[in-house]
């Protein structure tokens, strides 16, 4: 159920993500929205925190769909909160360079288009060694713009980096790729320009969350395998240590009146017997939805399969 109260925000175009993300939420948007707090329909959740951005789906639908005063994000990748800085602080410029990058790239015949590829996802690497993601600055464009050219044109539009911190997807093949929608961006900036935007890993979001908070974790999942394991978005690994790490912060919260939401892989998936995330929330609700994983090399491979939803409500 959408709110029915006066929304904070109205748009030409409802924000989308502006990035592909894997394991994006846009397919869940529909399920996970019948397992939100009933107090967002009543306008007494004043804030909204995501302390693992990706893509932003859920934070983008909730943020417009939904009267809530205070927004936060945030992400360990500081690339990916560079990019969602940027749109915040001078979209313009950022739209203009894109649609220069987009009208020269689809210029090109294929094989200047993989030259093209790989010599800006090398500048793309070296340049973040000379950064200053502290500050911003015109660079922040430039680099925001590769981010999304690099997204928007790579295999399978995966965000993965080595233990270097090195983007290193290989080129796609798309005969007219979109690399930049100017209205959706600016309606993406519309609601950033209201939004508190950190990078860090989700502790940071601690003294934000009071009882009027409502929090949607999507750390990156629990593999199902040991096959599955294959992309990363930073340099940092998220291994069990971490997910353990993340349920003390959860209870913690909880301790503090938050209304929170987690979503994670199905270990039952793979194994039946896997019981592990029905043992870390052994005093939480959890439910099951259906998703299509899309981004396995292997078509046939592609399946539904179960995730978790995790509440404390």
């Given at each position: 159920?959408?709110s029915?109260?006066p929304?904070?925000?109205?748009?030409?175009?409802?924000?989308?993500?502006?990035l592909?993300?894997?394991?994006?939420?846009t397919?869940?948007?529909?399920?996970?929205?019948?397992?939100?707090?009933?107090?967002l329909n009543n306008?007494s959740?004043?804030?909204?925190?995501?302390?693992f951005?990706?893509?932003?789906?859920?934070?983008?639908?909730?943020?417009?769909?939904?009267s809530?005063?205070?927004?936060?994000?945030?992400?360990?990748?500081?690339d990916?909160?560079?990019a969602?800085k940027?749109?915040?602080l001078?979209?313009?410029?950022l739209?203009?360079?894109?649609?220069?990058?987009?009208?020269?790239?689809?210029?090109?015949?294929?094989?200047?288009r993989?030259e093209?590829?790989?010599?800006t996802?090398?500048?793309?690497?070296?340049?973040r060694?000379?950064?200053?993601?502290?500050k911003?600055s015109s660079?922040?464009?430039?680099?925001?713009?590769?981010?999304i050219f690099?997204?928007?044109?790579?295999?399978?539009?995966?965000?993965r980096?080595?233990?270097?911190?090195?983007?290193?997807?290989p080129?796609?093949?798309y005969?007219?790729?979109?690399l930049?929608?100017?209205?959706?961006?600016?309606?993406?900036a519309k609601?950033?320009?209201?939004?508190?935007?950190v990078?860090?890993?989700?502790s940071?979001?601690?003294?934000?969350?009071d009882h009027?908070t409502?929090?949607?974790?999507d750390?990156?999942?629990?593999?199902?395998?040991?096959?599955?394991?294959?992309?990363?978005?930073?340099?940092?690994?998220?291994?069990?240590?971490?997910?353990?790490?993340?349920c003390?912060?959860?209870?913690?919260l909880?301790?503090k009146?938050?209304?929170?939401?987690?979503?994670n892989?199905?270990?039952?998936?793979?194994?039946?017997?896997?019981?592990?995330?029905?043992?870390l929330y052994?005093?939480?609700?959890?439910?099951r939805?259906k998703?299509?994983?899309n981004?396995?090399?292997?078509?046939?491979?592609?399946?539904?399969?179960?995730?978790?939803?995790?509440m404390?409500?």
């Amino acid at each position: 159920m959408v709110s029915s109260l006066p929304q904070l925000f109205s748009f030409s175009v409802a924000p989308k993500p502006f990035l592909k993300w894997a394991g994006g939420k846009t397919q869940l948007i529909k399920q996970i929205s019948q397992f939100l707090p009933e107090r967002l329909n009543n306008g007494s959740i004043k804030k909204y925190v995501e302390p693992f951005i990706g893509g932003g789906a859920i934070f983008f639908w909730l943020a417009s769909n939904y009267s809530i005063k205070e927004l936060f994000l945030s992400d360990v990748n500081a690339d990916l909160i560079l990019a969602y800085k940027t749109i915040q602080l001078n979209v313009d410029d950022l739209i203009k360079l894109l649609l220069d990058i987009e009208n020269k790239y689809l210029s090109l015949n294929q094989d200047q288009r993989s030259e093209y590829f790989y010599q800006t996802r090398e500048d793309f690497n070296n340049r973040r060694y000379h950064i200053n993601f502290a500050k911003y600055s015109s660079e922040w464009v430039e680099r925001t713009a590769q981010i999304i050219f690099l997204n928007k044109t790579c295999f399978n539009g995966l965000f993965r980096v080595n233990s270097k911190g090195d983007f290193n997807v290989p080129v796609g093949r798309y005969k007219k790729p979109s690399l930049c929608n100017p209205e959706n961006l600016k309606s993406v900036a519309k609601i950033l320009q209201r939004t508190e935007i950190v990078q860090g890993d989700f502790s940071k979001c601690e003294s934000f969350i009071d009882h009027n908070t409502f929090v949607y974790f999507d750390p990156p999942y629990r593999p199902i395998s040991n096959t599955s394991n294959f992309t990363s978005y930073s340099d940092q690994t998220f291994d069990d240590s971490e997910q353990l790490r993340l349920c003390t912060f959860i209870k913690k919260l909880h301790q503090k009146g938050g209304l929170l939401l987690l979503s994670n892989s199905d270990p039952k998936n793979h194994n039946i017997e896997d019981d592990y995330f029905e043992k870390l929330y052994v005093d939480y609700r959890i439910e099951r939805v259906k998703a299509s994983r899309n981004i396995n090399s292997n078509s046939a491979k592609r399946n539904s399969i179960n995730e978790l939803l995790i509440m404390n409500y």
